[in-house]
């Protein structure tokens, strides 16, 4: 396993960072990897026999069974996200997209786009890559030439925050704005939008037939919305950060 210095840590509390590979059963130590000064800035994935993470100081490349360096990509790191498609590794930088040749940690490809920072991992829906950004959009990305075919638009200035989710012929994800919003992937027309406090830390969940929203502005509210009607089913008063399902 995983897991950031002690394992009660919040992950921005702490000054250096450790990735540690752990027996789950007897939480015995295999081996440590001390970041020293560098942060980690987003969660590590796991690609064959490859964990990646990406510092401020480069996108890093380890043996998952022995924790050795395999490669590094030098490059100034501000924000990041990780994801692999295709046996490519997209890494977001503030506010470009570099494809890393998996073996080599040789950059493929970069494509640098008119906003501030991009806001989630690339995922991909029927041959497209699709990016949340810090914008108030979603956009909608040519696999080869990484230029933007659609953009979907959320009111206000507001960052999205939230990697965008699937269902049926919709994009959707919650946001920062005052609204959670389905757009049609097609058109860019607007689906269906739930009333939101404005502001408000967004996090989401989806299920084959719903979509589970946080909100965190003081208060914790989480609310299921039914995917195929585009209907609040209820809100609720929790104090929850994260869902998972299982």
């Known amino acids: 396993g995983l897991r950031f210095t ?65 490669w590094k990509f030098k490059a100034k790191i501000w924000t990041s996200h990780l994801s692999s498609l295709d046996n490519k590794i997209y890494l977001t930088n503030k506010n470009a997209i570099e494809i890393i040749d998996i073996d080599s940690g040789k950059r493929q490809k970069q494509k640098k786009y008119r906003i501030k920072w991009i806001d989630s991992p690339v995922v991909s829906n029927n041959n497209k890559l699709f990016i949340s950004t810090s914008n108030s959009k979603i956009m909608e990305i040519d696999k080869e030439s990484l230029d933007i075919l659609t953009e979907y638009k959320y009111p206000g200035g507001w960052a999205i925050a939230n990697t965008p989710e699937f269902y049926q012929n919709q994009i959707l994800s919650n946001s920062y704005a005052s609204y959670i919003t389905s757009f049609d992937i097609e058109t860019g027309d607007i689906i269906w939008r739930i009333k939101k406090k404005v502001g408000s830390e967004p996090k989401q969940l989806i299920t084959p037939e719903f979509l589970y929203a946080i909100e965190i502005l003081g208060a914790h509210e989480l609310t299921s919305i039914n995917l195929s009607k585009g209907k609040k089913v209820w809100s609720k008063d929790y104090h929850i950060h994260e869902l998972v399902d299982f």
Not at 7 to 21: F, P, V
Not at 45 to 69: H, M, P, R, W, Y
């Open 6 to 70: 002690d394992k009660n840590s919040d992950i921005n509390s702490i000054e250096s960072y450790q990735i540690r590979k752990i027996n789950s059963k007897t939480e015995d130590v295999i081996w440590s990897i001390d970041l020293n000064k560098n942060s980690l800035l987003c969660k590590p994935i796991i690609v064959e026999n490859k964990i990646l993470f990406s510092t401020n100081s480069g996108l890093i490349a380890i043996d998952k069974l022995n924790g050795e360096q395999i």
